[in-house]
């Protein structure tokens, strides 16, 4: 028996010896017991230099091309007027909502009112009321984060997701910072889908994460056509400083008269 399992174990050394990658060298007293052949296994496996994949060309296409900016544009003014309304219809307690309800009060403000909170504690306990049941829409966990950290600051939640909601959506809108107004979008929508609210958050969602994925273009119809170039990325720095240092570099010198 304990033959046998010697030389299946020794086998197994042998299989690891012959599958190393080329150019790794492994000396076989290293490898002794377990822990050894494991860790010159990790080793061997390991790269040895930083391969990057290019995009495939459909996904330059899509989220990096200027030409497709008037689609990101329609998506950008579609998702930013649901932000900007819900937002409007909880500061105001009117709807700005295009159409007949348009100016119509539609409830009570979230901020101006003698109720602080009030709004939102509705909402939260909506949200806990559906933690129940064989098949709760609401986790346990998120029902406990409602209870004891919105409830009890239920007046500056309604400060937060008030505002907020604005924010996102005049940013969408006029295309101030898209990727960082879609990627707030998308974090209040995890949120209200958590507390049970499903209503367009599936679908306003989804499409703030493609105009994350498109950050960059996302916004040329707008305020990022000249922001974004200004401010550039934390890995570029300004892009503009870039370009003028380049075009200073490139400026052949003038010849002096004389």
Do not use: C
Not at 17 to 32: A, K, M
């Amino acid at each position: 028996m304990q033959r046998g399992y010697a030389l299946s174990n020794e086998r197994n050394r042998k299989e690891i010896i012959n599958n190393v990658s080329h150019g790794v060298s492994i000396e076989y007293p290293v490898l002794r017991g377990d822990k050894q052949i494991m860790s010159s296994t990790v080793k061997s496996i390991r790269p040895k230099a930083v391969i990057q994949i290019p995009e495939p060309p459909i996904a330059r296409f899509l989220f990096a091309d200027t030409r497709m900016a008037w689609f990101w544009l329609i998506v950008r003014l579609y998702v930013g007027y649901q932000w900007f309304t819900a937002g409007f219809e909880k500061l105001t307690g009117y709807s700005a909502t295009v159409g007949s309800t348009f100016g119509v009060k539609v409830g009570n403000s979230w901020i101006f009112t003698d109720h602080l909170g009030a709004a939102l504690i509705g909402f939260a306990k909506g949200g806990i009321a559906q933690a129940t049941g064989p098949y709760p829409a609401v986790q346990g966990w998120y029902a406990w984060f409602l209870q004891n950290a919105i409830i009890p600051w239920a007046g500056f939640w309604s400060f937060m997701v008030t505002f907020g909601e604005l924010a996102v959506g005049i940013g969408l809108i006029i295309g101030l910072l898209t990727g960082i107004a879609a990627f707030f979008g998308v974090f209040m929508n995890m949120n209200f889908l958590l507390a049970g609210a499903v209503s367009i958050n599936p679908i306003i969602g989804g499409l703030a994460i493609l105009l994350i994925l498109a950050w960059r273009v996302a916004g040329y119809y707008g305020v990022d056509r000249w922001l974004l170039p200004l401010l550039g990325t934390p890995w570029t720095g300004s892009l503009a400083k870039e370009e003028a240092q380049k075009s200073k570099q490139t400026t052949p010198p003038v010849p002096s008269m004389g």
